[in-house]
């Protein structure tokens, strides 16, 4: 259970004195993304992707880590949820939902107890992270054995992020700015050494890079075909996994034998050393 040290609902925390990034020092943020048609687009096809997948996690504790603008936790029934943010200004409480506990800290040092959450969510905390790899690894510590992680990423084999590579060339940002996606079979190999079993995952959003909602609307048929013919080239991927630890495992009662069946399979039967005496001084 995350320790209550601090006060409810604001809660400024500067892991190891690091320095916190706020969205002031980003040329082109995460929220002001979310206000563009690509965002929209985004905004609408993840919230679904977390209402179904977080719908069936139960437990005591909930975390939401960054990306506030997302509320990723609000058809989960758990009733103790938390949310993240490296930015103040992001978790102004006017915006967000009165039963959301917030904490201001990085995502790759989370203040929570090791094994004490039973849902964490990260939308897209691992494509803004310095390290992701560090990010994954708090995930796996603050999560309890069985625990569920759900999280969002933007695709590097995606059209989007073509268009986002075309930045050096004199064009507008079309992701966030330092968005730095991980490959898809280098996240799966993360997840499996840190204990995780993949059970669900999605690629969502086939799109190219519109400037319109409704342009948009008219590439609309590609998420079917995209999702039949070339899954793997999606904007976006949604995973879901439960933390797994290592141990014995039952495979199944083992057979019950009665005592003579165990003397009589494969052995003599015990002879006693007064028999065997007699016998030896009969010869």
């Known amino acids: 259970m995350p320790e209550r040290l601090?006060?409810?609902?604001?809660?400024?925390?500067?892991?190891?004195?690091?320095?916190?990034?706020?969205?002031?020092?980003?040329?082109?943020?995460?929220?002001?993304?979310?206000?563009?048609?690509?965002?929209?687009?985004?905004?609408?096809?993840?919230?679904?992707?977390?209402?179904?997948?977080?719908?069936?996690?139960f437990g005591r504790e909930a975390l939401q880590v960054g990306a506030p603008q997302l509320d990723t936790l609000r058809a989960n029934g758990i009733t103790s949820q938390w949310l993240t943010s490296e930015?103040?200004?992001?978790?102004?409480?006017?915006?967000?939902r009165p039963t959301l506990q917030t904490v201001q800290a990085e995502s790759g040092w989370l203040p929570f107890p090791t094994e004490s959450l039973d849902l964490v969510t990260l939308p897209h905390a691992l494509d803004f992270a310095p390290s992701a790899h560090q990010t994954l690894r708090e995930a796996a510590r603050v999560l309890?054995?069985?625990?569920?992680?759900?999280?969002?990423?933007?695709?590097?084999?995606?059209?989007?992020?073509?268009?986002?590579?075309?930045?050096?060339?004199g064009l507008r940002p079309y992701l966030p700015t330092h968005t730095s996606p991980v490959p898809l079979y280098r996240l799966k190999d993360w997840l499996t050494l840190l204990g995780f079993e993949?059970?669900?995952?999605?690629?969502?959003?086939?799109s190219p890079s519109c400037h319109s909602l409704r342009n948009f609307e008219r590439w609309k048929w590609l998420d079917k075909a995209g999702d039949r013919w070339a899954p793997h080239c999606a904007n976006l991927i949604v995973l879901c996994a439960v933390k797994r630890l290592p141990g014995m495992k039952l495979v199944g009662r083992l057979p019950m034998k009665?005592?003579?069946?165990?003397?009589?399979?494969?052995?003599?039967?015990?002879?006693?050393?007064?028999?065997?005496?007699?016998?030896?001084?009969?010869?």
């Open 258 to 283: 009665s005592p003579l069946d165990i003397l009589t399979a494969g052995s003599p039967l015990p002879v006693p050393k007064e028999a065997r005496r007699q016998a030896g001084h009969g010869n």
């Open 87 to 96: 930015s103040y200004d992001e978790l102004d409480n006017r915006l967000l």
């Open 198 to 206: 993949i059970d669900r995952g999605r690629f969502g959003v086939y």
């Open 6 to 57: 601090f006060r409810h609902n604001e809660i400024h925390i500067h892991a190891e004195m690091r320095p916190i990034r706020t969205a002031a020092m980003n040329s082109f943020s995460f929220a002001d993304f979310l206000k563009t048609p690509q965002g929209e687009t985004l905004h609408a096809w993840e919230s679904s992707q977390y209402d179904e997948f977080s719908a069936d996690a």
């Open 144 to 169: 309890v054995p069985e625990g569920r992680l759900i999280l969002t990423v933007f695709n590097p084999l995606s059209l989007w992020w073509m268009r986002q590579k075309a930045v050096g060339a």
